[in-house]
């Protein structure tokens, strides 16, 4: 019986250890959007907004990736969303001034990549 129990404790143990957190998930999607694979890390950071639909940071990535892809329509209303939530967040804004005047002389940041946020308690409050 003891044995059974300590062979159930290191199942757990080790399923536990496999289960990829929402870190660990942001991180990878991460890395693909650093390598250019767009479409790959929206699907990651679609997923993981499944499960926290009020998170700045991955409402920030996510709208970078729609707008990396050209959707521009659905990247404004993420950084708008993202923006209500951590309106002290200066890479949401920084990155929604950015995508608002693209062609703006006042806007410092016009030629600067969008950036992506790193962990998903960046909200910047």
Do not use: H
Not at 64 to 81: D, F, S, T
Request: hydrophobic share 35%; charged share 30%.
């Amino acid at each position: 019986m003891r044995s059974l129990t300590l062979l159930m404790a290191i199942l757990l143990l080790a399923t536990a250890c496999s289960v990829p957190t929402l870190r660990t998930e942001m991180q990878f999607a991460n890395r693909l959007a650093e390598e250019g694979l767009w479409e790959e890390a929206r699907y990651r950071w679609e997923k993981q907004l499944e499960k926290n639909p009020d998170s700045p940071a991955l409402l920030n990535n996510l709208a970078v990736a729609m707008e990396q892809l050209g959707k521009r329509e659905q990247a404004e209303k993420l950084y708008r969303k993202a923006m209500a939530l951590a309106p002290n967040n200066a890479m949401i804004q920084r990155n929604f001034n950015r995508f608002s005047n693209p062609d703006s002389n006042e806007t410092e940041d016009r030629d600067e990549k969008p950036q992506i946020s790193s962990r998903e308690t960046d909200t910047g409050r």
